[in-house]
């Protein structure tokens, strides 16, 4: 499978304590491909910088 992850999907992935944690270890367990464009990375690095 393979998915485009919104920013705001991904911050909320990434604390273990969140509901959504489940998209982070499926990411990082390889369940999917992520596709991604210079334009999205620009947005994660911009927001995850913060």
Do not use: G
Not at 19 to 42: C, G, P, Q, T, V
């Amino acid at each position: 499978m393979i998915v485009i992850i919104d920013t705001n999907c991904l911050l909320a992935s990434i604390p273990p304590q969140s509901s959504h944690y489940w998209l982070y270890r499926s990411f990082k367990e390889k369940h999917f491909d992520w596709l991604i464009s210079n334009e999205i990375m620009a947005e994660y690095e911009e927001r995850l910088a913060i």
